[in-house]
């Protein structure tokens, strides 16, 4: 690994990474909104940030000097898989520059029929200095991708997937199995909603953690609160 990449490694370890991020559909939507999310985050102490499009990544890093860790979400008929799902969005993160660049690594199919491995194959041989983050579902999944060659193994689609819908969450038996099995530096992500699960996927051994919406989104957090109310 270059100096660059452990470079970025070492200044995300141990910390907390937020997800600033806002689909169209939310009140946030804004890429001027998500860059103070970010400024917000890192006065709050995070290492870093995880962020989707082009937009908002370009106007975070106006904003805040840390790594971030891009993804961009895009729907395709013949798939069930959406981050970073195909080379069109691979390119594209390339060319604005992210440290590191995160995408599905589930079993399922791709766009287009493609399959994963063979998928990441071809985005290794283009990218070969680029740090990659897989977003698994289950510790099967994070096996196989750190066999594949991503530099980073995330929980991210834990629960997410129809195969593991319903399953316990945080995923805080699959962080230990790939903590101690994998190989590689793992990011814990994917429903860690408190601080004190935070410390507990911290206490696990992980490279670093990314909390989302218990931070930057507020309409979901107002609703645990006024669910309280209806009951």
Same mark, same amino acid.
């Given at each position: ?35 103070? %999310? !970010?400024? #917000? ?6 290492? *870093? ?8 990544? +370009? /106007? ?59 998928f990441f194959a071809q ?19 994070? %096996? !196989?991708? #750190? ?6 193994? *995330? ?8 195969? +593991? /819908? ?66």
């Amino acid at each position: 690994m270059n100096q660059h990449n452990t470079d970025i490694l070492k200044a995300i370890q141990g910390g907390l990474v937020v997800s600033c991020q806002a689909l169209p559909e939310e009140p946030l939507h804004s890429s001027f909104i998500m860059s103070r %999310m !970010a400024l #917000a985050a890192k006065m709050g102490g995070a290492v *870093g940030i995880r962020a989707n499009t082009v937009e908002d990544i +370009t /106007e975070i890093r106006k904003t805040v000097d840390l790594p971030i860790i891009g993804i961009i979400k895009s729907v395709y008929p013949d798939s069930e898989v959406y981050i970073t799902p195909t080379m069109k969005e691979i390119d594209a993160l390339m060319q604005c520059g992210v440290e590191i660049l995160a995408m599905d690594a589930t079993k399922r199919t791709r766009p287009y029929g493609e399959n994963l491995e063979h998928f990441f194959a071809q985005v290794r041989r283009l990218y070969p200095e680029q740090l990659f983050m897989a977003d698994c579902s289950s510790q099967e999944e994070g %096996m !196989a991708a #750190a066999e594949m060659g991503f530099d980073l193994i *995330g929980t991210t689609m834990a629960g997410y997937t129809s195969y +593991t /819908e319903g399953r316990t969450v945080p995923p805080f038996d699959m962080i230990e199995y790939l903590v101690k099995n994998c190989g590689r530096p793992v990011i814990a992500e994917g429903n860690i909603g408190t601080p004190d699960q935070l410390r507990t996927a911290l206490d696990l051994g992980v490279h670093c953690a990314v909390v989302g919406g218990a931070i930057t989104r507020p309409l979901q957090i107002t609703k645990k609160f006024t669910a309280v109310i209806k009951q």
